[in-house]
């Protein structure tokens, strides 16, 4: 397939649903499953400093919708990722191994979720969240366990939930008719 649109439609990327509305949800629902381990572990980071970066005062369910729309906004960055020629490129391609070969494209999805979240853990708590603390001038940051196992695991959470939601909204088999992923 010549083009990134071409490749997207092969696999059923532009389905009725889409990679945007996949993205939103499986963002929304992930960042609740995070949401509910760093309640059991820390409910002030919800309650009190993810308001207190923004400015906010620490009030009713402020947090939480914040946290959600955090969700959803990285949900439709990892659909865009997700669906780009590059990206699904390397998620659709057959290997060489007798075990990846025989993975399911939707497991290869969750498996880019997990890896998202890794990055997400790697990049947002624990090199962008310093630098924004740092440049609005607020205390908050010490509330933050950024490399606590807590926010790792939280991560990984959200991204493999953010996977299944993601694989499981939109249609992934591939409709050409000699594709890999055909019958």
Same mark, same amino acid.
């Given at each position: 397939m010549s083009t990134e649109s071409d490749t997207a439609t092969a696999f059923g990327i532009s389905s009725q649903r889409g990679w945007p509305i996949?993205?939103?949800?499986?963002?929304?629902?992930?960042?609740?499953? $995070? #949401?509910? /381990?760093?309640?059991?572990?820390?409910?002030e980071v919800l309650t009190a400093a993810i308001p207190s970066i923004y400015g906010f005062e620490p009030v009713g369910v402020v947090g939480w919708g914040i946290h959600i729309l955090h969700g959803i906004?990285?949900?439709?960055? $990892? #659909?865009? /990722?997700?669906?780009?020629?590059l990206i699904l490129g390397a998620v659709t391609m057959n290997p060489e191994t007798d075990v990846l070969s025989q993975t399911s494209i939707r497991l290869r999805i969750v498996a880019a979720g997990f890896v998202f979240g890794l990055a997400i853990w790697a990049i947002l708590p624990l090199i962008v969240l310093p630098v924004w603390l740092e440049t609005i001038g607020t205390a908050a940051g010490g509330e933050f366990p950024a490399i606590a196992v807590e926010s790792l695991l939280g991560h990984l959470l959200f991204g493999t939930v953010l996977g299944i939601v993601f694989a499981i909204s939109i249609d992934l088999s591939d409709r050409s008719p000699d594709g890999p992923f055909s019958g």
């Open positions: 996949g993205g939103a949800l499986g963002g929304a629902i992930g960042a609740a499953a $995070f #949401g509910l /381990l760093m309640w059991l572990f820390d409910p906004v990285l949900g439709i960055v $990892f #659909g865009f /990722l997700v669906t780009r020629e």
